[in-house]
């Protein structure tokens, strides 16, 4: 697994509900500036899916990122698998309240295609985006 984290400057409930509510999400979910998300829906609830679109801002790439929730823990915790079978990679992320705000850690199964490296770096740069949605609120 590959660990991530970051601090939300705000209680757990809003750094929740910026993690969740596609009408954050938008703002936050790219790695660089180079990208963006168009949209994204997300129902919340064991078995339910959470779709976002991430593309290129010069339209030249995209894909949409596909998820289905295992276990949720309103403000706490969300258990999501990527992809099926062998291929289904497990995430975690946790909301712990801290001096500050929250601690917000992601803890993920690599893929095989890229580099370990860059894809933490990938996943920290999408979660400090997060984190200024957050401060920006």
């Known amino acids: 697994m590959i660990t991530i984290s970051a601090l939300a400057p705000a209680p757990p409930e809003t750094a929740w509900e910026v993690y969740t509510n596609p009408e954050h999400i938008v703002h936050w979910n790219f790695a660089s500036d ?5 949209w994204a829906k997300n129902d919340l609830r064991v078995g339910g899916t959470y779709v976002a679109r991430m593309e290129a801002k010069d339209g030249s790439f995209g894909f949409d990122f596909e998820v289905v929730y295992t276990a949720i823990e309103p403000f706490r915790s969300l258990d999501y698998v990527m992809g099926e079978g062998e291929e289904a990679r ?19 199964d690599p893929e095989n295609m890229n580099d370990l490296e860059m894809q933490r770096a990938g996943w920290q740069a999408i979660l400090d985006n997060y984190v200024k949605r957050v401060a920006g609120r």
């Open 90 to 108: 497990r995430v975690r992320v946790t909301f712990t309240p801290v001096e500050g705000g929250t601690e917000v850690v992601v803890a993920f």
């Open 34 to 38: 180079d990208w963006h998300c168009p």
